[in-house]
């Protein structure tokens, strides 16, 4: 059993190299497409630095080629992406994407077969005037009357009726499968409060329909994560911490086997505290001494209560005894050699995320999700396992989903999605505050340029209570 997981694990660390490596050569590809158009503007059609600048870069093509049947890049909203793979850019890629993007061109595919004398006409092509290629004409009728084959250009993707459809369609199905999520650990509760063997079946089938709309859509139940009712703290903090450590399992290319048996885990890991009165849970003052003792008892009365459940795996048991066990203040105590299960970190971490950003009775106010990323990356090391934190804010970037940034142009942009700059997320502009801009506003990517200069930059964030904004109305 301990062979097949560790084998897992193997697979999953070579899956991630990779895919980072592929994300390499095709950023690499694109650097020498650059490289081509800029020498076919100095340089006259058989000169040797753009002969050899062309026959370098179908070499790259080639490479790509094994085992695909076109090398396709895209160009949506200011990042550059191969297939599905989110390319890092520079000021010059994001230039060259201009260029293509003045031209009407939205994407490119190589196809096999690609010559270096193709290549060097379509860069000629780009160094004419926009109106070459998004004419009336269009640019693959242009290019074919060029000789170019092995060359298909795509129009700009627009977001249209359809699209917009689609995307609320999606939306529609992560809410239902929060609730789905909130009805199975109630559920679960109720069985263990009133004595009830419960099924882990509905749990399980939740947790795996998780997992796969997670690894095809992580940012829209990762939006649905920012949701906060202090009415049910419970449900709500333990639905949250599943969707983070999925969301983190997903991202570490953990197999989905391991995945889902992760966000089971989290999703119960607070299941002690059923015994806890619900008048300590929610109590607005401090603990006394005797109080803080019982709730530090959840964590050994979760992993026994755990014990009694049929088909419950020994992670779940684990990380519910093992997640408070970080920092100098963690519990219950252990020796000091005892190294704790990864899982078990992961749930602490994603669980102490979930804790800070959490509207709870007893709080003033919650936490903005930039402070507590700021906070973690305070405690990686003491606390927090410091390549899991890298991990995390690699994923949530450093303004999480719900963030309100102000940009230099006087506007305000809500985090929609994480792009490949940390510094950069994809932001809906707000004007109104009211949550009608979730159907009829602009959405934009902070990586967008002009000129080779972004056109919006952040200067600072805004705490969506202190401007009253209903952050539900715009991700729930």
């Known amino acids: ?15 991630f190299y990779a895919k980072q490596q592929l994300i390499g050569s095709a950023r690499s590809a694109f ?9 076919a503007a100095l340089y006259p059609e058989a000169h040797p630095s753009l002969l050899t600048s062309a026959d370098k870069f179908r070499g790259k093509i080639e490479q790509l080629l094994e085992n695909r049947k076109e090398v396709a890049f895209y160009f949506v909203g200011g990042e550059l992406f191969f297939e599905t793979f989110s390319i890092p850019i520079d000021q010059g890629l994001s230039l060259l994407m201009e260029q293509f993007s003045s031209r009407d061109v939205g994407g490119l595919a190589f196809k096999p077969g690609l010559t270096s004398p193709e290549l060097i006409q379509l860069a000629a092509l780009m ?9 009336q004409e269009g ?10 084959t092995h060359v298909e250009l795509h129009r700009i993707l627009l977001v249209d009726k359809d699209t917009g459809n689609a995307i609320k369609e999606g939306k529609k199905k992560a809410s239902e499968m929060y609730k789905d999520a909130m ?6 509760v109720q069985a263990v409060q009133q004595g009830r063997v419960s099924s882990l079946r509905k749990m399980n089938t939740m947790v795996q329909s998780m997992v796969d709309y997670v690894l095809e859509n992580r940012d829209a139940l990762m939006g649905l994560s920012c949701i906060k009712m202090y009415d049910e703290y419970t449900f709500v903090h333990s639905v949250n911490t599943s969707i983070l450590a999925v969301a983190l399992g997903s991202f570490l290319s953990f197999d989905k086997q391991q995945i889902a048996a992760l966000g089971v885990a989290a999703l119960m890991h607070d299941i002690g505290k059923v015994d806890v009165p619900h008048e300590i849970i929610n109590k607005p003052g401090k603990l006394t001494f005797e109080e803080w003792e019982q709730v530090k008892r959840h964590p050994v009365e979760g992993a026994l209560l755990l014990a009694d459940v049929p088909g419950v ?12 066990q ?9 020796g000091d050699n005892v190294q704790r299960h990864p899982f078990s970190q992961i749930v602490s971490l994603v669980d102490a995320y979930e804790a800070l950003t959490a509207a709870r009775v007893y709080y003033s106010a919650q936490m903005p999700v930039d402070q507590a990323i700021r906070v973690l990356l305070a405690k990686r090391g003491s606390a927090f396992h410091p390549i899991l934190v890298k991990a995390f804010v690699n994923m949530t970037g450093l303004f999480p989903i719900g963030t309100i940034l102000k940009l230099d142009t006087g506007e305000f942009g809500l985090v929609r999605h994480q792009t490949r700059d940390l510094m950069r997320p994809r932001v809906l502009l707000l004007t109104k505050f009211d949550g009608s801009e979730k159907d009829t506003g602009t959405e934009t990517s902070l990586l967008e340029t002009a000129g080779g200069k972004y056109k919006r930059s952040i200067v600072g964030t805004i705490n969506p209570h202190d401007m009253k904004i209903n952050l539900k109305k715009y991700l729930g």
């Open 139 to 148: 640019g693959n009728e242009v290019i074919a009357k060029q000789g170019i």
């Open 326 to 334: 970080h920092g100098s203040q963690g519990y219950p105590k252990v």
């Open 313 to 324: 795996s020994k992670l779940a048991m684990v990380a519910a005894f093992e997640h408070h």
């Open 31 to 39: 650097q020498l497409l650059s490289a081509v158009i800029k020498n």
């Open 183 to 188: 009805d199975a650990v109630k559920e679960m």
């Open 1 to 15: 059993m301990a062979d097949g997981h560790d084998e897992s694990r193997g697979d999953a660390k070579q899956s």
């Open 127 to 135: 160094n004419k005037e926009p109106d070459v290629l998004s004419g």
